[in-house]
């Protein structure tokens, strides 16, 4: 694979690993045990606070918990594929080995699979 897309394709996703720590961080903490897993910060209900209040709370708690997921997961997977640039592995696919296509990697820099093991 040529040096100058995974340079490029590295950039890429080093910004997008800051975007997601970011939007992850405006709801989320990142777990100190457990670095890599992160979890939506539950409702800190205040004594002045109204039972309608608390439920709107809890229901937006909820509605994070599934966006907090999806954007941990693909920072996870950005995370495994620029520790496999460093190791040297990045581009290859996990399932047959064989190189993963340029145009699915500019797609999807973070995939682990090409198109023929993904079907």
Avoid: H
């Avoid at 989320?28 to 910060?41: C, L, R, Y």
């Avoid at 209040?53 to 620029?82: C, F, G, H, M, W």
Wanted: net charge negative; aromatic share 6%.
């Amino acid at each position: 694979m040529k040096k100058e897309l995974i340079e490029k394709l590295k950039d890429r996703m080093k910004k997008e690993k800051n975007s997601l720590e970011e939007m992850l961080g405006e709801f989320a903490k990142e777990s100190k045990i457990n670095p890599g897993d992160w979890d939506t910060k539950f409702p800190n209900f205040k004594a002045e606070g109204t039972t309608d209040e608390e439920a709107d709370e809890v229901e937006e708690y909820n509605s994070l918990l599934p966006i907090e997921r999806v954007l941990e997961v693909k920072l996870q997977n950005i995370n495994t594929a620029l520790d496999k640039i460093k190791s040297g592995e990045y581009g290859k696919c996990e399932k047959c080995d064989k190189e993963i296509a340029e145009n699915r990697l500019n797609l999807i820099p973070e995939t682990k699979v090409c198109i023929d093991c993904k079907k």
